[in-house]
């Protein structure tokens, strides 16, 4: 069967199984809304875990149970709708950045300077410690930044699909998907509550290039700082696109050299070793070490085919995808806000059409991401230069975005059954990396923000 048949068998068969997983979507998204968030005493610190990190783990533990599993199609049709989910977020938060502009353009030199620490934090701490742990060249995939999606085409074009470095990029995705939004979570939670650094020092931090664990970061900086809530918003929604417009052309050309060439300064001696010991036994090659690379060979050929099984994507009809996100997101917001109102449908109707004017925009000039459209719009009719912008803010403000990111976090759960096999041939090493590598770039982008704030302002 060719792939465009196969596609399409999928798309139909997409269609008609998107009304259960929304379904469920509803039902969990609801359920934790009600729940609320939980506040944690440390004693050093509090943390919060919001409804969204709920609606993850309560995603993921209905997508792997065994008594009813979650089919691979369904929960493919999870992944899509989170694709489109990510954009009624965007178009939320770019709501809260027109309003903030004189303050980000205040905070301009500060802003920059930050980015520096999301490119140096992976690099200058997780790949020392995936050395350390001998995670081979797979340390420079897994360590030049937190690897979502752009990561995957930067590597794969350098050093091929089959690399070593390619699986590093894989691990710390997989990691980063199941764990990243829960993780910063609790991490951010922490800090802010230290009240150490300034609120707007935090949301920088908090875009480290993930809208996931950006909304989940926000969320956090915002309970200990509430006054704040929307500079917080706009700072960070900034951020996050900075760091995911210039991801591209810095994870090109300086993070992945960067990380290849620090990981042959630290692995020098370690190579020259294992060359020796190479050509020692290369004599005593016998016929069951042949068989066994072979054996091995073919295991990574499998493994590669489970893999595109699992991440092949289905594509939905773009009508379906908006209007089962926009239900969700109108009941889960009514659950937020303790009561349904037109405002909350109005606020809905105005992302939906600031997206589909994005993403025809995209198509037309094809260059440019539909989310820098939905950013660059949003942000400029919400901005105190539009005439309506007083009108438009009040209506979208009766959505609480927290309620979008708690859909999108739970359909990204109900997605994410299909993964746990990769994250079993990964190993453990890659959990202690991924902790370090998003500690260190939310620390340190946090740290560099807050001493750049204090010499602009």
Known sequence: MSTSTTTARIDKAG????????????????????????????????????????????????????????????????????????????????????????????????????EVGHLLGTIALALPLAVLLKMGKATVGATFSLDREPSFAMVSEKYGPDSDQYRGVLAMYVFGTLFGAVFITLLTSLVANWKIFDPLALAMGAGV????????????????????????????????????ILGVYVGIYIALPLADRFYKVLTRKQTRDTAA??????????????????????????????VAESSAPIRLPLWLSLSVLTVLGIGTASVAAKGFSLAIVGGYAIMLALVLVSIALAKVTKKISAIVYITTIGAYISSPWFFGAEALTAVIKSVDFLSIATVMLTLAGLSLGKDIPLLKTIGWKIIPVGLVAITASFLLSTVIAEFALGLWH
Do not use: C, H
Request: proline share 4%; glycine share 10%.
């Open 277 to 306: 010991v190479a050509a020692g036994a290369t004599a005593e090659r016998g016929r069951a070490d042949i068989e066994r690379d072979e054996a091995q060979a073919e295991e990574n050929r499998r493994f590669r085919e489970q």
């Open 15 to 114: 269609a008609r199984l998107t009304l259960p997983v929304a379904a469920l979507a509803f039902v969990i998204a609801v359920a934790v809304q009600l729940i609320g968030q939980a506040k944690i005493d440390l004693g050093i610190g509090a943390i919060v875990i919001f409804p969204m990190v709920w609606g993850l783990i309560l995603g993921l533990l209905v997508s792997i149970q065994k008594f009813k599993p979650l089919g691979l199609d369904l929960q493919r049709i999870a992944a899509a709708l989170v694709g489109v989910a990510v954009l009624l977020l965007v178009a939320r938060l770019a709501f809260n950045i027109g309003p903030s502009l004189p303050s980000l353009i205040k905070a301009g030199p500060a802003l920059l300077l930050q």
């Open 209 to 244: 290039g993930s809208g996931s664990m950006m909304a989940a970061s926000s969320a956090s900086i915002i309970a200990a700082y509430p006054g704040d809530q929307e500079a917080i918003l706009g700072m960070a929604a900034v951020s996050n696109l900075i760091t995911t």
